[in-house]
C-alpha cells in the first residue's frame, strides 16, 4: 500500500479529475499558471519571513525603550 500525502488529498478533493490525471502521469497543460503560482507563493513567503523579522525588530526597540525609561525614572527619582 503506497502513502497517501496531504498535498493528494487536497488536489482529490479540489477537482478528482485532475487527481487522476496526475496518478497517470499526464502533465498539466497549463504550466505558465502553475509557474506563476509557484512565484507568488514564494513572493508571499518572503514577505512574511520580512514581517516576522520587522515584528521581532519592533519588539526589541520597545523594550529597549522600556528599559531606558526605567533607566531616567531611576535615576530621576534617586538624585
Excluded: P
Aim: glycine share 6%.
Amino acid at each position: 500500500m503506497r502513502t497517501i500525502r496531504a498535498g493528494e488529498i487536497g488536489a482529490y478533493l479540489f477537482c478528482r479529475r485532475a487527481w487522476w490525471y496526475a496518478l497517470q502521469g499526464v502533465e498539466s497543460q497549463n504550466q505558465a499558471e502553475l509557474a506563476a503560482g509557484t512565484k507568488l507563493h514564494q513572493r508571499h513567503s518572503r514577505q512574511v519571513l520580512v514581517a516576522s523579522f520587522l515584528r521581532a525588530l519592533a519588539t526589541l526597540a520597545f523594550l529597549a525603550g522600556l528599559a531606558l525609561l526605567a533607566y531616567y525614572l531611576t535615576t530621576l527619582l534617586l538624585a
